[in-house]
């Protein structure tokens, strides 16, 4: 049925071949399995397209096999990977830390477009899971002072490895919230867990089933964490400076009228590429 030499266009038949009894959307099936050749390959589409008829080496072409059949298994095509693209970089990824979405890329350029200059800021991200976002922003400013926090070591860990490839002056420390962290910030960002127990039912089976429950789920509709930092933000904010969080798209009016409590500060409600409320902006007054 396949080429015996393994091209490109044969891994990508036998791939949708395996696939179709679980992902029966073609358009969805070819989509990870040209994820997935991209990926290893380090290529874009357009080299991939222009490359069908390549031998696949053999490492790289069991490689493929046991990244499809992890996906037959359940898992998202990233962790199959080992790695996802964010904003621009490919991060590693394992079910020890949430796999980062085009949402949270968004509000790392909108902390990047509000802070154009590489002068040094000193820079909080609470709950850094990969690293994604501490390790961009150090990335495209280099002379920012970086510090990414996380109550999971196993987190921790694979933010180490990230830092290293792209950012290693970033600085990670255990911590749940502010608790261990020390100092004041120009900037703090954070993705915290903002998903209720509630809304299992509609969420991705992979979601559910491979992302860590630590940093998806909160109590109170998922909105704990939010009270919990709200509670210490401005020990921790400079004057002037601002924190930037993501949010659930049905949180938005909640989380606006909870940082508004605080003194002299404004806060901005944002809304995602898809119109969806999905981040806030709590600026303090000099």
Do not use: C
């Amino acid at each position: 049925m396949f080429d015996e030499q393994w091209t490109i266009q044969a891994v990508r038949e036998w791939g949708d071949w395996q696939l179709e009894p679980y992902i029966h959307d073609q358009e969805e099936r070819m989509a990870q399995i040209d994820y997935l050749l991209t990926g290893m390959m380090d290529w874009n589409y357009a080299q991939l397209g222009n490359n069908l008829n390549t031998v696949l080496e053999d490492e790289k072409r069991l490689r493929f096999m046991v990244a499809v059949r992890a996906i037959k298994g359940g898992q998202p095509v990233q962790y199959a990977l080992g790695h996802a693209a964010f904003y621009g970089r490919e991060f590693q990824v394992d079910r020890r830390v949430l796999i980062p979405r085009q949402e949270t890329e968004e509000l790392v350029e909108w902390v990047l477009k509000d802070h154009p200059s590489n002068d040094k800021q000193r820079v909080l991200d609470i709950g850094t899971g990969s690293g994604a976002i501490a390790v961009s922003l150090n990335a495209e400013r280099t002379n920012w002072d970086v510090t990414g926090t996380d109550i999971s070591t196993d987190a921790l860990a694979v933010a180490k490895e990230n830092a290293q490839l792209y950012a290693p002056t970033v600085q990670l420390v255990q911590s749940d919230l502010f608790t261990d962290v020390t100092g004041t910030f120009d900037i703090i960002v954070a993705n915290p867990p903002y998903i209720s127990r509630g809304e299992q039912s509609v969420m991705d089976e992979s979601v559910v089933m491979f992302e860590p429950d630590v940093a998806l789920y909160a109590d109170d509709d998922g909105l704990a964490l939010y009270k919990k930092m709200a509670t210490d933000l401005l020990a921790f904010l400079k004057p002037g400076g601002a924190a930037y969080f993501e949010i659930g798209y049905q949180q938005g009016g909640k989380l606006v009228d909870l940082f508004g409590t605080l003194p002299q500060v404004t806060v901005t409600l944002h809304q995602d590429l898809s119109g969806h409320d999905r981040m806030i902006k709590v600026l303090r007054e000099m």
